[in-house]
């Protein structure tokens, strides 16, 4: 079986078994000097599809486009768009770096890309194919180079452009293998700290909650009190879920989210944040224009004053991600929802449902998101979600959502 060391030499293989420097008018430059791109921008592209093969999110992305690349005519532009996509304000250094080492033309090496890309794909559909791997097993296969997007060590030697070069084509931070483990730490740290901030609200928390701190029994919206200290705060739910512990234990596993200006998040896989992401990111998924329940996305981490609509400091960090993620994405549009469980006066709990779901919004638009793009409409108890019986299920259906009405 082939394995991942070898793919840049199966993807030359490849393109010369094929012809496809010839059948893409890739002969006119030093032949030499095309192959040494061809090395390189091989590496490019399997980093780029481990790192999005690596998000939860996104897994199948990969494994669809490797299974379609024997009859999809396609493929490999839809490969080479996605390690755009994936590189995002690395790509014009990477290409820059490839032209400086190699003197191929700028142009040579956009269309190498999807030569690259096409081949790879071809391979990893074949093994996809022959072996009968599903997508979680060809992330596995992947995996060597998921590591912060720096290539396996075997083929770090042979392919520096993607740990050297920057726009001004000198050896970066990144060159050197202290740093490389420096950055790693920093990495795992990180999401370690975002791991601790995304779970604090496990059902022991919220069972801890004063009962003078409590929501009224008009009060149909989670709350905290106004003095700060503990809270009860809006989980995300899921229909298809197994509880916090389950929640916990995915939210466990750091992603990166690359934004705009070179910003980087480092949040759980399956925080509000990376589902965000990964719905806006993925050209697979599409927006439902007929089914209005669907694809809705709960805030985990916003909390508001008692029986109020008035969003606590605490909330601030979780809005600053989710309007960070929207700029990068500025054609996105949502719509925020807010929920309330059963309990209480009826309309009493749709007013307060529709007061905080403006108070997000008006706090989106506070940090920059235009307000054309962001609409919010209260529920109340319209969409109970699990039963009203517990406290435990009253809390999940008292809930601030969104959902993404445009991308």
Request: proline share 5%.
């Amino acid at each position: 079986m082939i394995t991942l060391k070898d793919m840049p030499h199966e993807i030359q293989n490849f393109v010369r078994d094929h012809n496809l420097l010839q059948a893409n008018g890739l002969t006119g430059e030093d032949p030499a000097a095309v192959h040494t791109a061809l090395a390189r921008l091989s590496e490019v592209v399997l980093s780029a599809f481990a790192e999005t093969a690596g998000q939860h999110g996104s897994r199948e992305v990969v494994w669809n486009l490797a299974s379609e690349a024997g009859t999809a005519p396609d493929a490999g532009q839809q490969g080479a768009d996605l390690v755009r996509n994936v590189l995002d304000d690395r790509y014009h250094g990477t290409v820059h770096g490839v032209v400086k080492e190699t003197q191929v033309q700028t142009a040579t090496v956009g269309r190498l890309l999807e030569v690259a890309a096409a081949a790879a794909l071809a391979i990893m559909g074949r093994l996809v194919a022959t072996h009968n791997w599903s997508a979680q097993e060809l992330n596995q296969w992947l995996r060597p180079y998921q590591v912060a997007g720096v290539v396996p060590p075997v083929a770090v030697a042979a392919a520096p452009v993607l740990a050297a070069t920057g726009a001004s084509g000198s050896a970066s931070w990144l060159s050197a293998p202290s740093n490389i483990l420096l950055l790693a730490v920093s990495l795992l740290a990180l999401g370690e700290f975002g791991y601790i901030v995304g779970t604090r609200t496990s059902s022991a928390e919220v069972a801890s909650v004063d009962t003078a701190a409590a929501p009224t029994p008009t009060d149909g919206l989670a709350s905290t009190p106004p003095t700060g200290g503990q809270y009860t705060a809006l989980p995300v739910v899921s229909r298809t879920g197994t509880g916090a512990d389950a929640a916990r234990s995915a939210a466990a596993v750091p992603v990166v989210l690359k934004l705009k200006n070179g910003l980087r998040q480092v949040i759980g896989a399956a925080s509000t944040e990376s589902k965000l992401y990964q719905f806006l990111i993925d050209p697979t998924k599409e927006v439902d224009l007929v089914d209005p329940t669907k694809d809705w996305i709960g805030f985990d981490r916003i909390y508001f004053e008692s029986s109020k609509a008035t969003l606590t400091n605490e909330s601030l960090w979780q809005l600053s991600n989710v309007a960070s993620i929207l700029k990068r994405f500025p054609e996105a549009k949502i719509k925020i929802g807010g929920y309330t469980d059963s309990s209480g006066n009826p309309l009493s709990n749709l007013r307060l449902s529709r007061e905080r779901a403006a108070a997000t919004k008006d706090a989106l638009v506070g940090m920059g998101v235009p307000t054309e793009r962001l609409t919010a409409v209260g529920f109340g108890s319209l969409d109970n979600i699990t039963t009203n019986d517990t406290e435990e299920g009253r809390s999940i259906n008292r809930r601030v959502s969104m959902q993404v009405t445009d991308k």
